[in-house]
């Protein structure tokens, strides 16, 4: 087994706003949309990663964006909000997981990142794998084989070995004081209290890495509900609707 990634964990649990609400009502809707939001960006994290740093041939692009998302959940997070994120998010599966709103509704960023089935049961074993005895009994639950699960952990190694050298190579870079911190710009104002999340959540990642290659994390109106990597001006769009859609879909569920 490899080691685990020498990020500076306690430091970050400090500072995110999760495991420290997951209650009734309001709240709740906050918490689910903050979950989705969060879990979004992570995604398009990966997809920025990937590409400033040239990281994957295409046809893997989705497939690892996915991964990085599940294992910053794994890393930053205390096990009962990492399972809430979990049960939150789905990580981002949309096409048969009929209990979601995502399922019946799906916004333009389900579409464009939401896994398929078969993916959707690999980031469910990827997850399970980061830590086989408490989050089990959760993965079962939202459909995993039994029969599939003994093999989670080779296959959580595997990805952790894909984007180790990437993290490491982040956090080494803050330790020297060099690279780039990561940046939010606020074109338009996000509904709730979400763009104090997203800007907490930035200030915590650049409390323990920096950015080989710059690029920032734009909140604007884009008239559809998506988050976007823009690759030519290296931004990651926060669609206002995309909040306003979590919220609509929180309210319903
Ligand atoms: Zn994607």
Redesign the pocket.
């Known amino acids: 087994m490899m080691p685990r990634l020498s990020l500076c964990i306690l430091a970050v649990l400090t500072l995110l706003p999760f495991g420290t609400f997951h209650a009734q009502g309001s709240e709740s809707r906050d918490a689910y949309v903050s979950s989705n939001l969060l879990a979004a960006l992570y995604?398009g994290l990966?997809?920025a990663l990937i590409d400033t740093m040239e990281l994957a041939p295409g046809f893997e692009?989705?497939r690892r964006?996915?991964e990085l998302s599940v294992l910053l959940v794994d890393r930053f997070y205390e096990e009962r909000a990492a399972a809430d994120m979990a049960l939150d998010t789905a990580f981002g599966f949309s096409e048969r997981y009929e209990a979601r709103q995502q399922a019946v509704r799906p916004s333009p960023y389900w579409h464009?990142?939401g896994t398929g089935l078969e993916r959707y049961y690999d980031l469910l074993c990827l997850f399970a794998g980061g830590n086989l005895v408490e989050r089990s009994d959760l993965v079962l639950s939202l459909g995993l084989f039994a029969s599939r699960l003994p093999g989670c952990p080779d296959e959580f190694t595997a990805a952790i070995a894909e984007w180790s050298p990437v993290l490491s190579r982040m956090e080494d870079l803050h330790l020297a004081g060099r690279g780039h911190p990561l940046v939010i710009e606020s074109r338009a104002e996000l509904p709730g209290a979400q763009r104090d999340v997203l800007a907490f959540e930035i200030q915590a990642l650049n409390t323990i890495m920096r950015l080989p290659r710059p690029f920032g994390v734009i909140v604007d109106r884009c008239y559809e509900a998506n988050i976007h990597w823009l690759p030519e001006q290296r931004e990651i769009i926060v669609c206002v609707e995309y909040v306003t859609y979590l919220y609509e879909t929180a309210m319903s569920r």
């Open positions: 995604h990966g997809h692009v989705e964006a996915a464009a990142h």
